[in-house]
């Protein structure tokens, strides 16, 4: 079975926080996602990495940055957290080419700023 | 500009008949389509998928058809149960984009009642 595991499953922040949100995938996978997830507005696509050390911004890239540095791990961080980034956010796995991988999802984390 | 679209936020069900979830894409080049399933504080399940090449695809209670003249898909659920209870996401991709991220909707919550 393909493991997608995030670091927390709840988080409390302050503004202006630096957080880092990890995300690891069991399966040897290429391609990583990181998506946010808020009521009414489905899942947003902040960044994804289809390689160690690549990285593309995805549909809200703004106020988040990215790392991976091994092959199973990608990092999403909030520079200066805001309250505008509590949200709920999702960290998923795919195998590489073409687009008909079913990405796989982890549990995961809810994030509130204060 | 939303390229897939769940207009429905919300559906609601009787135990035992069906739920019909709909979704409608904009973007010609989607050629592969995926249901996903989300419990609260949970991460997204894949559920079921189907390519442009067919028109319905089937596997236990879930059933998925896609009209592509009319750019719309939807997900059956027969018969329907509580434990069916989720927000259900549409998403697209297109294969001939190789590792393109996935495009979601916004989501419909299905509420089953017993």
């Given at each position: 079975?393909v493991?997608?595991?995030?670091?927390?499953?709840y988080?409390?922040?302050?503004?202006?926080?630096?957080?880092?949100?990890e995300?690891?995938?069991?399966m040897?996978?290429e391609?990583?996602f990181?998506?946010r997830?808020?009521p009414g507005?489905?899942?947003?696509?902040?960044?994804?990495s289809y390689?160690?050390k690549?990285?593309?911004?995805?549909?809200?890239?703004?106020?988040?940055?990215v790392?991976?540095?091994?092959?199973e791990r990608f990092s999403?961080?909030l520079?200066?957290?805001?309250?505008n980034?509590?949200?709920?956010?999702?960290?998923?796995?795919?195998?590489?080419g073409?687009g008909?991988?079913?990405?796989y999802?982890g549990?995961?984390?809810r994030l509130?700023v204060? | 500009?939303?390229q897939?679209?769940q207009?429905?936020?919300?559906?609601?069900?009787?135990?035992?008949?069906?739920?019909?979830?709909?979704?409608?894409?904009?973007n010609s080049?989607?050629?592969?389509?995926?249901?996903y399933k989300?419990y609260?504080?949970?991460?997204p399940t894949?559920?079921?998928s189907?390519?442009?090449i067919?028109d319905?695809n089937?596997?236990?209670?879930?059933t998925?058809?896609?009209?592509?003249?009319?750019?719309h898909l939807?997900l059956?659920i027969v018969?329907?149960q509580?434990?069916?209870?989720?927000v259900?996401?549409?998403a697209a991709s297109?294969?001939?984009q190789?590792?393109?991220?996935l495009i979601?909707?916004?989501g419909?919550?299905?509420?089953?009642?017993?």
């Amino acid at each position: 079975d393909v493991k997608v595991t995030q670091s927390s499953r709840y988080l409390v922040k302050r503004t202006g926080e630096k957080v880092f949100l990890e995300c690891v995938q069991d399966m040897d996978h290429e391609n990583m996602f990181w998506y946010r997830q808020d009521p009414g507005l489905g899942l947003r696509l902040i960044y994804f990495s289809y390689d160690v050390k690549m990285k593309e911004k995805g549909d809200i890239p703004e106020g988040y940055s990215v790392s991976r540095e091994k092959k199973e791990r990608f990092s999403l961080i909030l520079e200066s957290a805001s309250t505008n980034q509590t949200s709920m956010y999702l960290c998923a796995s795919t195998t590489g080419g073409a687009g008909t991988d079913t990405q796989y999802f982890g549990p995961g984390t809810r994030l509130t700023v204060l | 500009d939303q390229q897939v679209k769940q207009n429905s936020p919300s559906l609601s069900v009787q135990e035992g008949r069906i739920s019909i979830l709909n979704c409608d894409y904009t973007n010609s080049m989607f050629d592969y389509f995926l249901w996903y399933k989300k419990y609260p504080a949970e991460g997204p399940t894949f559920l079921i998928s189907i390519s442009s090449i067919k028109d319905k695809n089937e596997d236990g209670r879930f059933t998925v058809f896609l009209n592509k003249s009319a750019k719309h898909l939807s997900l059956h659920i027969v018969p329907s149960q509580p434990g069916d209870s989720a927000v259900y996401f549409c998403a697209a991709s297109s294969a001939s984009q190789a590792g393109t991220a996935l495009i979601f909707g916004k989501g419909t919550t299905l509420s089953v009642s017993s």
